[in-house]
């Protein structure tokens, strides 16, 4: 079973939080004093991710089936049904593929940073990387990987922390995660047609230059869903814009709670 940790808050419903590649659910440190405020919530450590059982240790293929199994595996042992569901990064992708496969479980989703798939840049980036990862420690990588998603000053705490969390990280684990890269575009792919009664609310940073364009224009026409886009931000917006970060998520979730939702 995945690591995770359970906090129990003022209401009855639960978050789910998802991080990114590198970090823990740790990254959630600003979100988890206003969120339980309202919520319960269960930060859960992605495969070959704080404590949650290395990548190898899985049998069969490591894909985007296994993870979202296994966050539901863990969701079930805490008899939670259905929950709202708060990622960053690569914790988006696999929100996305939660709502491809079992939309049902999902009562609203709060995607920040989201990747719906991997410009040219990005793709020999990670191309570039995967035929030099002999070469160079893993960490070297992690690094150029930070600074190219978050380059400005502004974004100096969300690198720094980034960065401070991978090195808890093991290399075998890190690598791993690389072949995945190429099915990224396939876990957006019919998020709009499998979960289109599940209210979904996209907060990218403007200066997330990577993603943000190209998300923008996959979102139109997605009436189940709405793109917040915060100013002199970047890729990890819930660290960068923290305070508005917090203020559009609640609002939005609270809008979405059973009792106010018009689905089950």
């Not at 690598?175 to 499998?194: C, I, R």
Request: with cysteine.
């Amino acid at each position: 079973m995945l690591d995770y940790r359970l906090y129990k808050g003022q209401g009855t419903e639960y978050i789910v939080l998802l991080h990114g590649i590198g970090g823990s659910s740790n990254i959630f440190y600003k979100q988890l004093k206003p969120f339980l405020k309202k919520y319960n919530i269960v930060a859960i450590n992605m495969p070959g991710h704080g404590k949650s059982p290395d990548i190898d240790s899985y049998k069969g293929k490591f894909s985007f089936d296994s993870i979202v199994r296994e966050i539901l595996t863990t969701l079930d042992h805490l008899s939670i049904r259905k929950a709202h569901f708060v990622g960053v990064s690569l914790g988006t992708i696999i929100v996305h593929h939660l709502l491809q496969t079992q939309p049902g479980r999902v009562r609203s989703a709060v995607l920040g940073g989201a990747i719906t798939k991997l410009n040219l840049f990005a793709k020999s980036l990670i191309k570039f990387a995967w035929l030099i990862r002999n070469f160079i420690p893993f960490m070297w990588l992690y690094r150029i990987l930070a600074w190219i998603l978050m380059p400005r000053g502004n974004h100096k705490s969300s690198r720094k922390f980034f960065i401070q969390e991978a090195y808890k990280m093991k290399r075998k684990n890190f690598l791993a995660w690389y072949p995945l890269a190429g099915d990224v575009k396939t876990t957006y792919s019919n998020v709009q047609e499998n979960s289109r009664n599940v209210p979904k609310l996209y907060i990218s940073g403007a200066e997330d230059h990577m993603f943000v364009r190209d998300l923008a224009e996959d979102l139109q026409g997605d009436e189940s869903s709405e793109l917040v886009i915060l100013e002199r931000c970047g890729h990890v917006c819930n660290i960068d814009k923290a305070e508005k970060f917090n203020e559009l998520s609640l609002e939005f979730m609270d809008k979405h709670q059973v009792k106010k939702a018009n689905i089950s």
